[in-house]
């Protein structure tokens, strides 16, 4: 028996039977889940209907994920699956699946943010100050990064995770069918 994605043996909606009068068909197919897990890259090439591929990905560790207030994308490790709301299973199992809250790693975006905007962010010392080095900058761009500054504002909760080095993401792609990890 193949997974099948039909409603023919399914009851009626009063609860009486339905009589199966055919066979299962080659466009109801189904295929096992992916259950992709973290780890080193491993994608599998799967053929469809109309000759078209879905990209299966069994293993991944990176992905690019999305900062959506600073408009910012990086390519980023992926650390940890964290959350799960759909089965705790996952989670234990480091199982990526879309909307599934994943840790990744915080130095791409905490380096595009410092140079951004010229500070400093989640630093665990805060009482030492280390003597930089000035850079000779024209005008325009002192005036720029002072009206960025003007503007910034970093929530206190993302400030504690960028100490920790791991921020929470959502993985919003689906790895089972597009072999990626982005969220």
Not at 21 to 28: D, I, N, P, S, T
Not at 70 to 98: D, F, G
């Amino acid at each position: 028996m193949g997974i099948s994605r039909d409603s023919r043996h399914k009851r009626r909606k009063t609860g009486g039977r339905m009589p199966c009068h055919q066979k299962k068909r080659k466009y109801e197919l189904g295929r096992q889940a992916s259950m992709t897990k973290l780890g080193s890259k491993r994608i599998h090439l799967v053929r469809c209907r109309g000759g078209n591929l879905k990209h299966r990905a069994l293993r991944l560790d990176t992905g690019n994920f999305s900062w959506g207030s600073e408009v910012c994308t990086r390519k980023t490790r992926i650390i940890a699956v964290v959350y799960n709301a759909s089965n705790n299973e996952l989670v234990r199992t480091n199982t990526l699946v879309k909307s599934a809250i994943v840790q990744v790693d915080a130095s791409p975006f905490r380096q595009w943010y410092e140079k951004h905007y010229e500070t400093k962010i989640g630093d665990k010392k805060k009482g030492k100050e280390e003597n930089t080095k000035e850079v000779k900058r024209s005008d325009k761009v002192v005036r720029k990064i002072r009206d960025r500054q003007k503007h910034r504002e970093l929530d206190s909760k993302l400030e504690d995770q960028f100490s920790t080095g791991r921020l929470y993401a959502c993985i919003s792609s689906r790895p089972g069918q597009s072999g990626r990890a982005d969220g």
